[in-house]
């Protein structure tokens, strides 16, 4: 339903709001349809373990990418982590070159980075990416 507690409580309200009801197989205590058969306690519990399982959901979210940083970093030290091969640059050949000089024209007489996406379809974080580079050049 989400990945942090936030989204999944909201997506649950939106359902509910909705008038339908949620149930979830392998958890029958997550069984919105028995909340009526005892005012407030089913509603109660179902809200408590709503509340614990997305807490968990996201505290596993958070180790998994505190777990995927740290490997970047030790694949980094290990020079094994390079990242992508930069495609527009001064010193790329063929097609690429000849959108790198385009992009470079275009930022030098003043068109916009959206100007220059639009125009090339190039994503416009590697246009700022060049216009930053220009601007320390």
Do not use: F
């Not at 050949?93 to 930022?107: C, E, F, R, S, T």
Request: charged letters at 35%; glycine letters at 8%.
């Amino acid at each position: 339903m989400g990945r942090n507690a936030k989204e999944i409580k909201k997506k649950w309200e939106e359902i509910r709001e909705e008038g339908a009801d949620i149930v979830v197989r392998n958890m029958p205590i997550l069984d919105t349809r028995n909340e009526g058969q005892v005012p407030g306690v089913g509603e109660l519990i179902s809200n408590l373990v709503l509340t614990l399982l997305s807490w968990l959901v996201e505290e596993e979210r958070n180790r998994i990418r505190t777990a995927q940083r740290e490997g970047i970093e030790i694949a980094k030290e290990q020079g094994k982590y390079t990242g992508r091969k930069v495609r527009y640059h001064e010193g790329a050949k063929g097609a690429d070159k000849l959108v790198y000089d385009q992009i470079v024209k275009m930022l030098s007489v003043g068109h916009s980075v959206m100007e220059v996406h639009r125009k090339t379809e190039v994503s416009r974080n590697t246009i700022y990416k060049i216009k930053r580079t220009l601007e320390k050049g």
